[in-house]
Each structure stands twice: as C-alpha cells, then as structure tokens.
C-alpha cells in the first residue's frame, strides 16, 4: 500500500528528472565547451524521467506540463550562468548528494513492485556524481 507522501516524492522526483534534462541542455549554452559532457548527463535525466513515467501512470498522477518543466530546468542553469566551470562541478556534487539520500529514503518507503524504478532513480544520481567528479578530475 501506498501512501500519498510517497506518490507525491514519486511525482516530484519525474518532474525533476524532466527538469533537469532541460537545465543540462541549456547549461550547454553557458558551457558550450563542456556540451558533449553536458548531454549525456541530460540524457541520463530523461531515461530516468522515463522510467518514472511507468510509476506516474501506475498511480494516475498528473505531473505538471513538459514545457513548464522544461522552463524550471533553463530557468536554474540561467541562474549558474554566472558560475565558472569548476565551480558548478563542486556545488553540483554537494547538491546531488543529497539527492541521493532522498531517494534512499524513497526506496525505503515504496512498495516491492516499485523498486527496479526506485534503485534506478537511486543509481542514476549516483552515476551524476561519478561523471561529475570525473570530470572535475580532468
């Protein structure tokens, strides 16, 4: 059995994960030398977004439209257009370790069905950091 503080984390995970492909597509524009980087990490948020989607449909949530999502996400890289490139690789670290631990406790809470999706959602944060920390490396 669900509960409606789990579909709702559930719901506003999707939505981030849509979000966050468009602000690595648009952070392209700001860091247009790092844009192959950059894409593939936004590549990374929409097959998370989609896996999520079966669970969205699952519990017939309606998530707030792709293109309003899509604004959320360039409007936080415009917010980083001032940042050096650095400077966002260690700030995105600290940031997506925390996500981490919100999706652990996701999974904690979700029920057995649901957690292929849920350790995907897990592991693909954790892969964002991998990249990013190699990449702050080279």
Known sequence: MTTPQYTLQVLAAYEGEV???A???????VHPQQ????????????ATAGQLSALVRKYQMVPR???????????DARMENC?????????????YTRYVAEFEALEAIGPAEDQAVLAALTAHEIQLIEWIREETAS
């Open 19 to 21: 979000a966050g492909a």
């Open 23 to 29: 602000y690595f597509e648009a952070l392209s524009l």
């Open 35 to 46: 844009a192959a980087f950059l894409e593939k990490c936004a590549a990374l948020e929409r």
């Open 65 to 75: 439209s792709h293109g309003a999502l899509e604004e959320r996400g360039e409007f």
């Open 83 to 95: 940042r050096d490139w650095q400077d966002l690789l260690q700030q995105s670290i600290s940031s």
